[in-house]
């Protein structure tokens, strides 16, 4: 599972190099994050991938994402056409196999709490995808001011 501010794809070293001065300069301060209903994207009818909605700190999420957004944009890394909106993403779904099953299921979940953490970093990750799936790297991280 993981909140993803921005998907960067693949890029050059020096860009890598120019996110992670980026986040040493982040400033934001910890807070909690809640989690509710289920949806989907791109639509119910063609489920690529689950996530669950944030019903508190998106707004918190949104500055950060606003802070990092220009320092990428100045990297050469184009905007991501798809905007920004907080969800955590719990599946990826790779076949159409019981799909109307997950989509109800996705549907009857649309009001459900799912709980909260607290947020207290901004990771740069790299994925390096496998046949067993993606491996997971840390590339810098910045952490909340008190």
């Known amino acids: ?3 993803t501010l921005r998907f960067l794809g693949e890029i050059p070293r020096t860009a890598v190099d120019g996110v992670k001065e980026a986040l040493t300069g982040l400033q934001f301060r910890g807070f909690e994050a809640y ?3 289920l949806g989907a994207f791109p639509s119910m009818k ?7 909605g944030m019903t508190r700190g998106s707004e918190q999420l949104n500055e950060i994402f606003h802070q990092l957004e220009p320092k990428i944009r100045q ?3 184009p905007a991501d056409n798809k905007g ?3 969800h955590l993403t719990i599946a990826r779904v790779r076949s159409g196999v019981n799909r109307d099953a997950l989509a109800e299921y ?3 979940m649309r009001e459900h709490e799912f709980g909260g953490m607290q947020v207290t970093s901004v990771r740069l990750k790299k994925s390096t995808l ?3 799936g993606p491996i997971y790297e840390t590339l810098q ?3 909340a001011v008190s």
């Open 84 to 86: 920004f909106s907080p």
């Open 1 to 3: 599972m993981h909140l």
């Open 130 to 132: 496998t046949p067993r």
């Open 46 to 52: 063609r489920i690529s991938v689950v996530w669950v």
């Open 141 to 143: 991280e910045a952490r």
């Open 35 to 37: 989690f509710s209903g």
């Open 106 to 108: 996705v549907s009857s």
């Open 75 to 77: 990297l050469g890394i």
